[in-house]
């Protein structure tokens, strides 16, 4: 057996791709294998990259090689019964306070593409048609057997063992983690078709009927669309191809526009689950992504969740691992991740149960969403709720031990344990510069905020602070004086968006939430709050 790796990643989905590209970014030895000899296809995986999991890709350096295979979404419909749109813009609401805005295709394929561009450079390889076979695990590490397609088999030593292997994950079972839920008993059919329709390309639609809910999205090419039915019967005798008559059949009694279906490049049935992990721990092996969770894709949620599950745990791992930060720095990964399943699929749940509900009172209530969601979309309250949900930027980790809040926690702006938005600031040579860009390549950033109308005296504090507390793990920005480095905020916007009436230090992780808050800001407890965290600094004092 080789000497003991830091990491072995099981997986090599985003999930999977993400995390090994993180640990091993942050200076961890890692090994990620996955047990099919090719990636699967493309025509029924994961579609939707949500705006919280571009603001990681820029994080990670490849949000530019994301934005070129990408297709933006101009808007979400819903059909009504005559063919009438009600549509939600995606893209022109400020206050998510995010320089990329929107709901982007990408399909699975490319997303793992742009996710696997980076791991040579960082000395890793996905290793396909190795499967995880069994493994053992003690207090200093896992021994595990991989087997390969040939048969050959190889003992492998990790410290830690991460589960991203999806659904029928080895690693949940070998830790016999039980996976709570069940199947929907539905009849789900998915085409990916070249159709020719009234409907523009570039959006979404959705079409709730009698007979069941439709929704198209639209993927790269002209007037492509893949194409969901769901249909509140039970499924016809498993393994039952699907054939072009009955899926134009179905179309027509759930799509109130006409069209011709040009080319059916792939026609398929599957079923629909909604199932969660009873913890995501068990001594030195994690779960993630849909080892830990699987649901119904309302909303376009499960792939981006499973790639920010990967950054929430690959940062704090390696912080443990280099010492930089205390052990129960890792029991936060479940704290904060499982709750944020936990509601995705209760949500996703009740959706799917009012949109495709046996009986009457579901076809009841597919038949008034239309005209119901036509009123509802023309509220902008409902309209920022719906895509402060779908773009995951209102994800939140209040009750987090990593979260700590010291004074009074602003009227407007983010909390402890809230994401960082960002803002525009001004450096000393008069350029303009986002907070996302000046923090990317930290893995800390302290914000301290001198106040929207701060003296010199104010601002000579907070630079000399900002001198005091910089580390290699922590990278301090003063916002509101150009003195000692510091970033000007001359109409206040930075101030706005995090809401800061007077003075105030905001601690942001590496996955762009908010740590440690204080307003204002509290000398003495923000010393106190960083030597909790940091134990090198904890040392030191």
């Known amino acids: 057996m080789a000497g003991a790796l830091d990491a072995l990643v099981v997986g090599g989905g985003p999930t999977g791709l993400t995390m090994a590209g993180e640990l091993a970014r942050r200076g961890l030895t890692v090994r990620i294998v996955d047990k099919a000899p090719e990636p699967p296809s493309d025509h029924s995986r994961a579609l939707a990259v949500q705006t919280r999991t571009m603001e990681l890709f820029r994080r990670m350096g490849i949000v530019d090689l994301a934005m070129e295979r990408a297709m933006r979404v101009g808007g979400i419909n819903v059909l009504l019964s005559d063919g009438q749109r009600a549509r939600l813009p995606i893209f022109d609401f400020p206050e998510l306070s995010t320089p990329i805005p929107g709901i982007f295709i990408l399909q699975q394929f490319d997303t793992e593409r742009v996710l696997a561009s980076r791991l040579s450079g960082l000395g890793v390889t996905l290793e396909r048609g190795v499967e995880l076979a069994s493994y053992t695990q003690d207090s200093a590490g896992v021994a595990c057997t991989l087997r390969r397609a040939d048969g050959s088999s190889e003992e492998v030593r990790a410290r830690w063992l991460l589960g991203c292997d999806g659904a029928h994950s080895a690693v949940r079972k070998g830790a016999d983690i039980a996976f709570e839920g069940d199947t929907y008993d539905d009849h789900c059919m998915l085409g990916d078709l070249i159709v020719d329709w009234p409907l523009p390309d570039g959006d979404i639609y959705i079409s709730p009927s009698r007979r069941g809910v439709a929704a198209a999205f639209p993927v790269p090419g002209s007037h492509r669309f893949r194409v969901i ?200 040579a008069g350029e303009q510069v986002h907070l996302f860009d000046l923090m990317r390549d930290a893995e800390f950033s302290l914000l301290l905020f001198t106040g929207p109308q701060a003296d010199g005296g104010a601002r000579e504090h907070a630079r000399k602070l900002a001198a005091q507390l910089g580390s290699p793990d922590l990278k301090v920005l003063v916002i509101g004086a150009l003195e000692g480095g510091g970033f000007a905020d001359p109409d206040g916007h930075a101030h706005a968006a995090y809401g800061v009436a007077s003075s105030a230090a905001v601690l942001v992780r590496p996955d762009g939430y908010v740590g440690v808050r204080s307003d204002p800001l509290d000398e003495g407890e923000l010393r106190q709050a960083l030597s909790r965290l940091f134990t090198r600094r904890a040392e030191a004092a």
């Open 229 to 428: 039915l769901i249909r509140p019967e039970p499924p016809p005798t498993h393994g039952a191809q699907v054939s072009l008559a009955e899926f134009e059949a179905a179309m027509r009694e759930m799509i109130p526009v006409p069209f011709r279906v040009q080319q059916a490049i792939v026609l398929s049935r599957y079923r629909l689950h909604h199932r969660v992990a009873a913890r995501l721990r068990k001594g030195r092996v994690f779960l993630a992504g849909d080892a830990a969770h699987i649901h119904s894709p309302a909303g376009g949620q499960g792939m981006n969740t499973g790639i920010q599950d990967a950054y929430n745990l690959a940062w704090k791992l390696a912080a443990v691992e280099q010492g930089r930060m205390p052990a129960w720095l890792l029991d936060t990964y479940e704290v904060e991740r499982l709750p944020v399943a936990r509601k995705l699929i209760d949500f996703t749940d009740r959706l799917f149960g009012l949109m495709a509900g046996h009986g009457p009172v579901g076809r009841t209530l597919r038949a008034i969403a239309p005209r119901l969601a036509s009123r509802a979309l023309g509220i902008s309250a409902v309209q920022r709720r719906i895509l402060g949900f779908l773009s995951q930027i209102k994800i939140r980790y209040r009750k987090s031990p990593l979260s700590v809040q010291i004074g009074n926690p602003p009227e407007h702006g983010p909390r402890a344990g809230d994401r960082a938005p960002d803002a525009v600031v001004r450096s000393a």
